[in-house]
């Protein structure tokens, strides 16, 4: 019988380099994480927002957080993969004393208001105090003005009133309404752009308006969905 047909001869397989441990994919590497802490007044919305990013879902009865509460995403970007870990606080007077402890090692300060209570966003300012005194200005801080959904004769700050305060400090600037579950994917993602490590970061931190990269999502703060059923409830 020839080689070719018992097999043998040049059709041999070629051989296979045995895996050593510096052959691991690079897949097998830790992923990246990072601490993204919710600041603001009682009942702006901070745990609708990420319970909306997490599981696409809105509770009409949430209760007040009592304390801190945590969760973790894993996010997917073109250029890595992310661990973010939510810490979502109270916004009590009574629990006051326990934030400085969580903002201390984030690396993304979210400060929330409702866009139709003025004291809210005029609190703000504290928030934002609180955190450049533990963190200075090695942390990212985003101002969100949360429940668009209630809709423009409810408004008591426009958009284009958040978007100067964020400019003239600073900082990222996103509007979006929870329980309509507009613009929260793009805050995320905006926000994640925006950590250290990102190709995106250096430009994303100087403010919302950084749009030269392809990687980072550009936002249009386009009219944002009017009255929705039942508008009267909180839209948190």
């Known amino acids: ?4 047909a018992s097999g043998s001869g040049n059709n041999s397989k070629p051989s296979v380099a045995p895996w050593r441990p510096g052959n691991a994919p690079s897949a097998l590497a830790p992923l990246a994480k990072y601490k993204l802490v919710f600041l603001g007044d009682q009942s702006v919305g901070k745990t609708s927002i990420i319970t909306r990013f997490m599981y696409d879902n809105f509770d009409r009865h949430y209760q007040a957080t009592i304390g801190i509460d945590f969760l973790s995403k894993t996010m997917y970007l073109e250029d890595r993969t992310v661990r973010l870990q939510l810490w979502d606080t109270a916004g009590q007077e009574r629990f ?4 400085p402890s969580y903002i201390r090692d984030s690396s993304v300060a979210v400060v929330c208001y409702d866009v139709t ?8 300012t504290k928030w934002i105090e ?5 963190r200075g200005n090695d942390v990212v801080i ?3 003005g949360n429940k668009t959904d209630l809709g423009n004769d409810k408004r008591q700050i426009s958009t284009e009133e958040g978007e100067a305060r964020s400019s003239k400090e600073g900082l990222l600037f996103m509007e979006c309404s929870a329980k309509a579950g507009y613009n929260v994917k793009s805050l995320f993602r905006k926000l994640a752009t925006a950590l250290p490590g990102s190709t995106d970061a ?3 931190a100087n ?4 749009s030269g990269n392809s990687n980072l999502v550009d936002i249009t703060l386009s009219q944002a969905p009017q009255n ?4 009267s409830s909180c839209g948190c």
């Open 202 to 204: 250096g430009n994303s």
């Open 130 to 134: 609180d955190v450049r005194a533990e």
């Open 117 to 124: 209570n003025r004291a809210s966003f005029l609190n703000t």
């Open 96 to 99: 006051r004393s326990l934030i």
């Open 142 to 144: 985003c101002l969100v």
């Open 1 to 4: 019988m020839s080689d070719a």
């Open 228 to 231: 929705l059923e039942e508008t």
């Open 207 to 210: 403010g919302a308006g950084a």
